[in-house]
């Protein structure tokens, strides 16, 4: 299995401002995935990051307001940028397990965002 | 868009099979059915997938139509810690940029006691 940590686990920020998401894997790994989950809802894909190459997004999320790093094959960060309220939820680093002989992909136990 | 429907809830007394059922009619052939949950506050946690045989695991049984346009999660004798929501979905199984998980609304089930 893959080990996930973020942080922060949790923050509450002022409308307006930028917060930083930080995923760190103990295992190298190609793809690192961000979803968002918004109070009561499923999950929703932001972007996939590869290393040594740019996030790909998808529809409705833009690279200005999330922008992502990746930087080595075991981090990675995800900015909100200019944050609203709407912005308030939790955000999930997910990994697919290298070497796998079949994709099981593990998520790590999310930042939950606090916009006022 | 996600590629399966489930019911939005279910509920299970403790100790019986929870059934949970998902509908998947636009799977290709190369896709795979995979089941997640995500007890509250927590990540999503893997529990099984499958292609078009039945499979089992310790923690759940996977039953796939013939047709595979359908399938159903079994949890043979539910606890209270199974109360969750669960997943289905459909993807790739080798590792690709196509593999993606796109997360339904999934089924929020219920143990009583």
């Known amino acids: 299995s893959a080990v996930i940590s973020q942080k922060p686990s949790r923050d509450i920020c002022q409308r307006g401002t930028s917060l930083t998401i930080q995923c760190q894997v103990d295992?190298?790994?190609?793809?690192m995935f961000w979803y968002r989950q918004q109070p009561g809802q499923s999950l929703t894909l932001i972007a996939t990051a590869n290393q040594g190459s740019e996030a790909t997004y998808e529809s409705g999320f833009v690279i200005d307001k999330f922008p992502i790093s990746r930087p080595n094959l075991t981090f990675s960060t995800l900015t909100v940028s200019n944050m609203s309220p709407e912005d308030s939820s939790i955000y999930l680093c997910s990994v697919d397990r290298t070497g796998s002989s079949y994709n099981e992909q593990f998520f790590g136990p999310g930042t939950r965002l606090t916009v006022l | 868009d996600a590629k399966t429907t489930q019911p939005p809830s279910m509920d299970c007394a403790e100790g019986r099979a929870a059934n949970l059922p998902c509908n998947h009619s636009?799977?290709?052939?190369?896709?795979?059915v995979y089941w997640y949950r995500q007890i509250h506050s927590q990540g999503p946690q893997y529990i099984i997938h499958g292609l078009k045989n039945n499979e089992t695991n310790e923690m759940a049984s996977l039953i796939i139509t013939e047709d595979r346009k359908s399938s159903t999660l079994i949890l043979p004798h539910a606890t209270l810690r199974d109360t969750a929501v669960y997943y289905c979905?459909?993807?790739?199984?080798?590792?690709?940029?196509?593999?993606?998980?796109?997360f339904g609304s999934g089924t929020r089930l219920s143990i009583r006691p």
């Open positions: 295992s190298q790994v190609t793809m």
């Open positions: 636009t799977i290709s052939g190369n896709e795979y």
């Open positions: 979905i459909v993807r790739l199984l080798q590792y690709s940029s196509a593999s993606k998980i796109i």
